[in-house]
C-alpha cells in the first residue's frame, strides 16, 4: 500500500470518526474522563484534560452531520477506483 494524499486523508477520517463516537457516559466516566471531571475554578487555566474533553465534546457536536457527507464520499470514492 503506498503512502498516498488519499491515505492520509482517510486515516484523519477514521480517526475524527474515532473521536466522534465515544460516548461520555459508557467509555469516557469509566475511565475518569465524564462530564463532571477536569473542570477548574474561575480564572484557572484549564488543564490538558479538561482541553482534550472539551476537544472531544466539540468534535462530537460540530463534526456529526459533516462527517456523513465525508464518510459517503469516501464510500463511493473507494467503491469507483478500489
Given at each position: 500500500m503506498a503512502f498516498t494524499l488519499y491515505a492520509l486523508i482517510q486515516?484523519?477520517?477514521?480517526?475524527?470518526?474515532a473521536v466522534a463516537?465515544?460516548?461520555?457516559?459508557r467509555f469516557l466516566s469509566k475511565i475518569g474522563w465524564g462530564?463532571?471531571?477536569g473542570i477548574g475554578g474561575f480564572g484557572d487555566e484549564p488543564?490538558?484534560?479538561?482541553?482534550?474533553?472539551?476537544?472531544?465534546r466539540s468534535v462530537r457536536t460540530v463534526m456529526r452531520v459533516p462527517l456523513i457527507a465525508v464518510n459517503s464520499v469516501c464510500i463511493v470514492l473507494l467503491l469507483l477506483f478500489g
Open positions: 486515516t484523519a477520517i477514521l480517526l475524527t470518526n463516537v465515544l460516548h461520555e457516559e462530564a463532571d471531571q488543564g490538558i484534560k479538561a482541553q482534550l474533553l472539551n476537544l472531544i
